[in-house]
């Protein structure tokens, strides 16, 4: 038997960490923007990948910037190409801040969905940073988080664990420990 050394194509990791930043349109930007309702976009993923197009992100359908201008070309007419860079602008999105390691400093609160972080390089800020989780009972003070501010709010959005960033947005399995 011989054996195929692999090709560069074959290479995925590096790919699939960067996927999840990728898909950075919200469906309600690009039904506001385009001026289509939900449904029409509904019946639009049909001819996408899910994965590679388009994610459902919690309750929130997110497309990629590529295929959220082949929507918008969709509805271009045939002969308005001049209408194209509007286009464009209307579908422009902010880049994604990066990724912080932050340290939390109050996680028992009423609303169990918020802790109270501060970053770890910058430990002398005064003003609490708010980070959505899914549950944040299991989280202790000094524990090290991954979170990046959220382009639609004010309060961060929840990475996972600094040394595993591959895993996910996954919380802690017990108190204080990953």
């Not at 990728?22 to 690009?30: G, K, N, P, S, T």
């Not at 994965?51 to 919690?58: N, S, T």
């Not at 003070?141 to 709010?153: D, K, N």
Request: with cysteine; charged share 25%; glycine share 8%.
């Amino acid at each position: 038997m011989d054996q195929v050394p692999p090709t560069s194509g074959d290479d995925s990791e590096p790919e699939n960490s960067t996927q999840n930043s990728l898909f950075v349109v919200a469906e309600e930007q690009l039904s506001a923007s385009l001026g289509l309702n939900r449904t029409d976009l509904r019946a639009a993923r049909l001819s996408f990948i899910r994965g590679a197009d388009w994610q459902v992100r919690g309750h929130r359908v997110c497309w990629t910037e590529k295929a959220a201008s082949a929507i918008a070309l969709r509805q271009l007419p045939q002969n308005g190409v001049e209408s194209r860079p509007e286009v464009s602008d209307a579908l422009a999105t902010p880049p994604l801040s990066p990724a912080e390691v932050l340290r939390v400093t109050a996680w028992n609160f009423p609303n169990s969905r918020v802790i109270h972080c501060r970053p770890e390089n910058n430990g002398h800020s005064t003003t609490p940073i708010t980070v959505r989780v899914k549950d944040g009972r299991l989280f202790r003070q000094g524990m090290r988080i991954l979170a990046r501010p959220s382009p639609e709010g004010a309060a961060w959005e929840f990475l996972g664990n600094p040394d595993r960033p591959e895993a996910g947005a996954r919380g802690p399995r017990w108190p204080g420990r990953w």
